[in-house]
């Protein structure tokens, strides 16, 4: 069975800074390309970034450039979003799923990311 675990979503301020973790488990996760997706209140689904099964190649959402990185440690079968210089519009809960832009396959349960003063 697929499952994904995100964390590390919190409280931060403007500005601020998280890293967020996706613990995977049941899938060969160095087969996959991964993605990060987020919901903010009220809003569809929008695609945030992606990186492919070995890392070689990193893609990003125009809203998100510059001020995400994502990577991952096929060791420990987990994905991570860095995101710097955070604004009050990128509060969302904060998704992993296997597979790129266009073809998402499995999610995790999301982790809430609210950023406010």
């Known amino acids: 069975e697929v499952r994904l675990v995100e964390s590390g979503g919190a409280l931060v301020q403007p500005g601020g800074s998280l890293r967020l973790s996706c613990a995977a488990s049941?899938?060969?996760?160095?087969?996959?390309?991964m993605s990060w997706v987020r919901q903010a209140p009220g809003k569809g689904p929008e695609w945030v970034s992606a990186i492919t099964w070995n890392g070689g190649r990193t893609y990003y959402a125009d809203s998100m450039k510059g001020r995400a990185t994502i990577s991952r440690d096929n060791a420990k079968n987990t994905l991570y979003l860095q995101m710097d210089n955070l604004k009050s519009e990128d509060t969302a809960v904060y998704y992993c799923?296997?597979?790129?832009?266009?073809?998402?396959?499995?999610w995790g349960q999301g982790t809430l990311v609210t950023v406010s003063s």
């Open positions: 799923a296997t597979g790129g832009q266009g073809y998402l396959e499995h």
């Open positions: 049941g899938f060969t996760f160095d087969d996959y390309a």
